[in-house]
C-alpha cells in the first residue's frame, strides 16, 4: 500500500502563485510514477501533470504548459507541483496519484493510489 498526502492548496488571486506538495509513505519506490489530476465542480477528473520514474520525464497538459512545474524530490518522497500565473479556470481539487511503474500515463485509470485532494481556488 502507498500512502498519498497533498499540501499546500488555498485561495489565491489570478495570476499568483502555489506550490502544491504530494508526499508519499508505506511501500513507495522513486521508480514509480507520479502524477496530478484536477476536478472542478461538475466536471470529470482530468489529468494536469505526470513525472515518471526514472529518467524524471515530464508531460503537461496543453492548458497548463508553460505555466506549472512538476518536479520530485525521491530523498523525500515528494513531489511538488508548482503552479505560476494562475487562473480562476484552474479552480479545483488537486490530486496527486502514483502509478506502481516507471512508464508515464495521462490516465487516471491507470495509477493505483491516490491521496485526499487539496484545493486551489484563483480569484479574479
Known amino acids: 500500500q502507498v500512502q498519498l498526502v497533498e499540501s499546500g492548496g488555498g485561495l489565491v488571486q489570478a495570476g499568483g502563485s502555489l506550490r502544491l506538495s504530494c508526499t508519499a509513505s508505506?511501500?513507495?519506490?522513486?521508480?514509480?510514477?507520479v502524477g496530478w489530476f484536477r476536478q472542478a465542480p461538475g466536471k470529470e477528473r482530468e489529468f494536469v501533470a505526470t513525472i515518471s520514474g526514472i529518467g524524471s520525464r515530464t508531460y503537461y497538459a496543453d492548458s497548463v504548459k508553460g505555466r506549472f512545474t512538476i518536479s520530485r524530490d525521491n530523498a523525500k518522497k515528494t513531489v511538488y507541483l508548482q503552479m505560476n500565473s494562475l487562473k480562476p479556470e484552474d479552480t479545483a481539487v488537486y490530486y496527486c496519484?502514483?502509478?506502481?511503474?516507471?512508464?508515464?500515463?495521462?490516465?487516471?485509470?491507470?495509477?493505483?493510489?491516490w491521496g485526499q485532494g487539496t484545493q486551489v481556488t484563483v480569484s479574479s
Open positions: 496519484a502514483v502509478r506502481r511503474t516507471w512508464q508515464p500515463s495521462t490516465s487516471a485509470d491507470e495509477y493505483d493510489y
Open positions: 508505506g511501500r513507495t519506490s522513486s521508480s514509480y510514477t
